[in-house]
């Protein structure tokens, strides 16, 4: 995923202008080579700053549901050809940080679940939860897309306080919400691993 490319063009759709998203950061909206720009993790926080000011509340939420396959790139579609969702797994693992920078991601098995946990590489403070938001919301989208499956999460756990709109957490996820937890992890149940995707090409597969 190029992640300015996919904030930019989702404020674009809203009407907020490059110029608007991009103030304080730096980085000039004129002339601008998305596949070029890299962001440092200052630019990034003031970049998510400024979409949180320039967005209603839950916004990460929000930008997370409108996320397709394609906004993956490479690792996406070399996802939708994967076989199971453990194939998948095994290259979110290889592939994560080309497509966040800020964030890792590990994962195990424990007691029949399968725990997701995603972690902050630099501290990222109050734009925390838009993180955690969107990454969460694309991977019910990420999970529907790649199995044709509305699977429920068992849990989702979170490391930060509640937010004053959780009523959108509670209509997004419908699954139990813990906060102030040590981790941002999901819960799901360890079966949904051998789940087969619905556009499995072992052939494209085997390329990545």
């Given amino acids: ?41 200052e630019q990034y ?3 998510l700053r400024n979409i949180m000011t320039l967005s209603p509340p ?14 993956e790139g490479v690792l996406g579609y070399a996802s939708l050809s994967s076989s199971n969702i453990r194939e998948v797994n095994d290259l ?3 592939y994560h ?22 972690t902050p590489i630099f501290p990222l403070g109050d734009v ?10 694309r991977s019910v989208v990420e999970f529907r897309m790649y199995t044709g499956i509305v699977k429920k999460f068992k849990g989702l756990y979170f490391s930060y306080p509640e937010p004053p709109y959780v009523s959108l957490y509670e209509e997004t996820f419908q ?15 360890a079966s949904y691993l051998d789940s087969p995707i619905i556009y499995s090409n072992p052939e494209v597969c085997k390329l990545c």
């Avoid at 940080?97 to 997701?116: G, K, Q, T």
């Avoid at 925390?128 to 919301?137: G, R, S």
């Fill in 45 to 47: 926080r003031v970049l």
């Fill in 97 to 118: 940080r080309l497509s966040d920078p800020f964030i890792a991601y590990s994962d195990s098995v424990v007691d029949d679940e399968w725990l997701l946990e995603f």
């Fill in 92 to 94: 979110t693992r290889k």
């Fill in 175 to 189: 699954c139990p919400l813990y906060f102030e937890q040590s981790a941002n992890k999901i819960v799901v149940d």
């Fill in 58 to 71: 839950g916004e990460g939420i929000r930008m997370g549901l409108r996320s397709t396959i394609a906004d």
């Fill in 128 to 137: 925390l939860p838009f993180v955690i938001e969107d990454l969460f919301a």
């Fill in 1 to 41: 995923m190029n992640r300015l490319k996919f904030l930019l063009d989702n404020m674009d759709a809203r009407g907020v202008s490059r110029q608007q998203v991009l103030a304080n950061t730096g980085i000039s909206a004129d002339g601008l080579d998305l596949q070029e720009c890299r962001l440092s993790i």
